[in-house]
């Protein structure tokens, strides 16, 4: 499987897949088939993938566990900036085409709002991820303070359920299935950190200093 | 028997016999009877309207042109935006549940049962229904409290056409809705979060308004099964949801019946619920909406635009505590 997945077409055809969502947008939108709310629905699309690709993107960790799929981690940072991307997407929509710049009432909807509030938190805190997605921030910041700030992720998947949940009016199966999701995520990186810990502490114990394996964010 | 056209059937000409002869013998009628090409183009309209799921028939003799507060002169809304996307959580919660879990809704036969505190409590079969008063075309607009906005050529009558008949009695202060509910027919439901089968309610002032309507038909035609058929309430002042949908059952009260999205949220939705755009929901703004078709919110007016008509009916009410 690893052989797939250093494949040099592999990275393309990640890359393609992901623009999919977009794609299908387009094509909707020049079929005129946005259904009668084009606005709700590119907004509730574009939330839709965003919430997703966090979900992917903490997904890789886990995954990469099983045998022979060590080199998904060459995903997951593209999959991470698509996450960004479709963010980018839905809260461009809801600047330009809901509220139509109109910066006074998006203020205040932050403020008041308690839905928009936790969802614009969640998408400000993916911003200093983006940036620091390269090789060359890695480097400025050292790995371990980088994997400190990376870990923001952890909130954004957070804010992102909440958001959805507290933006339905009644039928919450949806946002039950991402907190699913995002919790079993979650859970598996306490797991993983409390199992590394307590190893490290019997290494420790038995006079061996074996390096952190800590490579969970 | 002879077999009409579909345009020039009304209603009372499909019901009964699919109610009286039973569905089979219904169509075995029809194809004895059958014969002319013309007439075997229509049988599929026939047949459906007849029980297995209701398709929107013509209806004839409605007046129309009507002037005044009946009637806004304002664009409708296309007929497919206003059918294929609505709420109607016995058919699922997306927009485009309705239109496509309602297909084989079975609107007929139906009766709505008229109870409680009247003189004469009764039950209308549709076919008395769609005869009891004149029908007219009602153009009004429709504000869902999601924001979204509607301008819909509605068919009925004022409901206190119907209630008059019944004869309330001093002590009816209210009216209670309640909506057709079937697990089977509408499975949808069950997960929908809010308690079915779906109910709503006015005081009896408010359900008496000639504005308030009884609707059977919406754009020339018999109401669509994912818009309530066969009989539903339009409340053009008021927020959408309380405009309920497939009615059964009618019951004049002395106390304010519960409603259905009041047991779900009471701080979110209000027994009264007028639109107003000075009082938010809780979780968003409603001063303004989108209309469907258009681009540019617009502002949202109070008691959506039906001031003139209805403010009196709140004089001395508090319309933030009583939203």
């Known amino acids: ?217 | 028997m002879l077999i009409k056209r579909a345009s020039e059937l009304t209603y009372a000409d499909i019901t009964p016999r699919g109610l009286y002869m039973g569905r089979r013998n219904f169509l075995l009628g029809l194809l004895a009877a059958g014969g002319a090409a013309a007439a075997w183009k229509k049988l599929p309209r026939l047949v459906s309207a007849a029980g297995t799921g209701s398709v929107p028939v013509k209806l004839n003799g409605v007046i129309t042109g009507l002037k005044g507060p009946y009637t806004t002169d304002e664009k409708a809304t296309s007929y497919n935006d206003a059918t294929h996307y609505n709420n109607f959580y016995e058919f699922g919660t997306d927009k485009s549940d309705p239109a496509a879990n309602a297909t084989n809704f079975k609107a007929s036969p139906w009766t709505v049962s008229v109870e409680g505190e009247v003189a004469k409590p009764r039950k209308f079969t549709m076919d008395e229904i769609m005869k009891l008063a004149p029908l007219e075309e009602r153009i009004y607009r429709h504000r869902c409290v999601e924001a979204w906005s509607i301008v819909v050529p509605w068919i009925g009558y004022s409901f206190s056409a119907l209630a008059k008949l019944a004869e309330p009695t001093s002590q009816a202060r209210y009216v209670a809705f309640e909506s057709y509910y079937d697990r089977r027919q509408m499975p949808w439901g069950a997960g929908s979060g809010i308690d079915l089968p779906y109910v709503e309610g006015l005081r009896l002032d408010e359900a008496m308004h000639p504005l308030t309507l009884l609707c059977v038909g919406m754009y020339g035609e018999t109401l669509p099964n994912q818009d309530g058929a066969p009989v539903r309430m339009v409340i053009p002042w008021k927020y959408g949801f309380k405009s309920i949908k497939s009615i059964v059952k009618i019951r004049f009260v002395k106390k304010e019946p519960p409603t259905t999205w009041n047991i779900a949220n009471a701080r979110e939705y209000g027994f009264y619920s007028n639109v107003n755009p000075t009082v938010d929901h809780p979780r968003w703004s409603q001063a303004k909406e989108r209309r469907l078709g258009e681009f540019l919110k617009r502002p949202t007016l109070m008691f959506n635009g039906y001031g003139e008509q209805v403010a009196s009916l709140y004089a001395g009410m508090d319309l933030r505590k009583n939203y």
Request: net charge positive; charged share 20%; proline share 3%.
């Open chain 1, 1 to 217: 499987m690893n052989r797939i997945l250093t494949s040099k077409w592999a990275k393309l055809a990640v890359f393609l897949a992901c623009l999919a969502p977009l794609a299908n947008l387009l094509w909707r939108a020049a079929h005129g088939d946005l259904t009668a709310n084009p606005i709700e629905f590119i907004t509730h699309r574009t939330g839709d993938w965003t919430l997703r690709f966090v979900v992917l993107t903490l997904a890789i960790t886990p995954l990469r566990k099983i045998p022979h799929a060590g080199q998904l981690i060459r995903f997951r940072r593209m999959l991470g900036l698509f996450a960004f991307f479709y963010g980018c997407l839905h809260f461009g929509t809801w600047i330009g085409l809901d509220k139509f710049f109109d910066w006074a009432e998006m203020w205040k909807d932050v403020q008041k709002r308690r839905f928009i509030t936790v969802g614009f938190t969640g998408f400000v805190l993916l911003i200093p991820l983006a940036i620091t997605s390269t090789a060359g921030w890695i480097r400025r910041l050292g790995g371990r303070r980088w994997q400190w700030l990376h870990r923001a992720i952890y909130l954004t998947a957070i804010a992102g359920v909440i958001h959805y949940y507290w933006l339905v009016k009644s039928d919450v199966r949806k946002p039950r299935q991402y907190a699913c999701l995002v919790g079993v995520l979650l859970a598996w990186r306490l797991g993983a950190w409390l199992v590394a810990r307590r190893q490290h502490r019997s290494g420790r114990s038995a006079g061996r200093q074996e390096p952190a394996t800590a490579d969970t964010a």
